[in-house]
C-alpha cells in the first residue's frame, strides 16, 4: 500500500514552508497543483507532499503517515519519537532561547529562580533548568507564546528567535540560549527497498544543493607567471581551469571557492596581479 512513492512532510505555514518549498524545487521535486490544501502530488518525482503542523510532523513520520519530513531540529528533539535524523539541511537556523520582557531585572539564570516560563517546548527546557539547577514552573502553551507575559500568564518565555522580530515587537528581550536548531531532513526507520531507494537519491540531490551553496564559482584575469601562485589560493574541486586571453602573457581562470572564505582570498589575488575577478552563485554541485 502506498509504496510506488515518498510521501515527504512540510510545513504547512511558518518560517520553515518557503524555504521548504524551494529546497524541493532545486532538487527537481516540483508540486503541480497549488499548495493550499492538505497534499500535493509532483510531476517528475515519484512523491507525494504532505502540508502538516510542524510539531505534528516527527509522530506522523514515528507512525509512517510520512516517510520523510522537513522540520526543526528544536521539534525533533522536544518529540522524542523514534525516527531517523537523515541530514541537515542547513538553512531556518534559529535558537531556543529564554526572554523576558523589557524591565524584567535579569541578572542570570537564577533570575527565573520560581518563576513561570511559556513554552512549546516542555522537555528541552526542563532539561535545561535541570542542568542549570534551577526550579521554574513551566506552563505549556502550543502557540502565540510570545503574549503569555503581556497577558500575564507567564513571567518569562523560551522559544524560537529567528530574526528577533517577534520578541522586539511584543517588548521581550532574549536573556539566555537554550539550543542552536535548524532545519533537518528526518525518516521513518522503516522504509521498504523502493522508498529507501528514493530517500538515497533525495539526500544525493539536498547534499549537492547544500554543497552549492556554500561554494561560489569564481573568474579571474592574471598575468600568465602568477598561475603557480593563484592555484594555491583557489585550488576549486580538481584543479583550475586556465584559460589563455587574447591579450599575451595573461590568463582567464576559472575555479570554485568556499563563501566563507572569500573576502580572505581576494587581497591575496589582488596582490597576485588578479584583475576582473567574478564571483557567481552554483546552482548545483556533484563532486
Ligand atoms: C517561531 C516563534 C516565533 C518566530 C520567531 O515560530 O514561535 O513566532 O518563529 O521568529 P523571529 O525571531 O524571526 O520573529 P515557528 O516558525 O517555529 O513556528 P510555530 O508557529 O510552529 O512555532
Ligand atoms: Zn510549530
Same mark, same amino acid.
Given at each position: ?13 511558518? +518560517? ?33 507532499? @504532505?502540508? #502538516?503542523?510542524?510539531?505534528?510532523? %516527527? =509522530? ?20 522524542? *519519537?523514534?525516527? @531517523? @535524523? ?14 523576558? %520582557? ?13 518563576? +513561570? ?18 526550579? =521554574? ?39 539566555? %540560549?537554550?539550543? *542552536? ?13 523502493? *522508498?529507501?531507494?528514493? @530517500?538515497? *537519491? ?41 584559460? %589563455?586571453?587574447?591579450?599575451?602573457? !595573461? ?11 572569500? !573576502?580572505?582570498?581576494?587581497?591575496? #589575488? ?18
Amino acid at each position: 500500500m502506498n509504496s510506488s512513492y515518498l510521501k515527504i512532510a512540510i510545513q504547512k505555514s511558518g +518560517r520553515l514552508l518557503e524555504k521548504s518549498l524551494a529546497m524541493l524545487n532545486e532538487c527537481g521535486i516540483r508540486i503541480n497543483s497549488g499548495y493550499n490544501q492538505l497534499r500535493a502530488v509532483c510531476d517528475n518525482f515519484p512523491c507525494e507532499i @504532505l502540508f #502538516l503542523r510542524d510539531d505534528d510532523i %516527527p =509522530a506522523y513520520i514515528e507512525d509512517g503517515v510520512a516517510d520523510v519530513g522537513i522540520v526543526g531540529e528544536n521539534v525533533v528533539v522536544e518529540k522524542q *519519537k523514534d525516527i @531517523l @535524523l537523515a541530514t541537515r539541511l542547513g538553512f531556518a537556523q534559529c535558537r531556543l532561547a529564554l526572554a523576558v %520582557p523589557r524591565d524584567f531585572a535579569y541578572t542570570d539564570i537564577k533570575s527565573l529562580e520560581g518563576k +513561570r516560563i511559556a513554552t512549546s517546548y516542555p522537555k528541552i527546557l526542563q532539561n535545561f533548568l535541570d542542568e542549570a539547577g534551577i526550579q =521554574a514552573e513551566i506552563h505549556i502553551i502550543s502557540g502565540s507564546v510570545e503574549i503569555a507575559p503581556s497577558i500575564g500568564l507567564a513571567d518569562a518565555i523560551c522559544d524560537i528567535v529567528s530574526t528577533g522580530s517577534t520578541l522586539l515587537s511584543n517588548g521581550l528581550k532574549e536573556v539566555q %540560549p537554550v539550543m *542552536k536548531s535548524e532545519a533537518v531532513l528526518v525518516a521513518n526507520h522503516h522504509l521498504n527497498d523502493f *522508498k529507501q531507494k528514493l @530517500l538515497d *537519491k533525495l539526500i544525493f540531490r539536498i547534499n549537492a544543493y547544500k554543497k552549492a551553496r556554500y561554494y561560489k564559482y569564481i573568474l579571474l584575469n592574471a598575468p600568465a607567471d602568477q598561475l603557480q601562485a593563484i592555484i594555491e589560493l583557489i585550488p576549486g574541486m580538481k584543479s583550475p581551469t586556465v584559460l %589563455p586571453l587574447a591579450e599575451p602573457g !595573461w590568463i582567464s581562470i576559472h575555479s570554485v571557492i568556499q563563501e566563507d572564505d572569500f !573576502w580572505e582570498i581576494i587581497e591575496k #589575488l589582488q596582490a597576485c596581479g588578479a584583475q576582473g575577478i567574478l564571483v557567481v552563485p552554483i546552482e548545483k554541485m556533484i563532486l
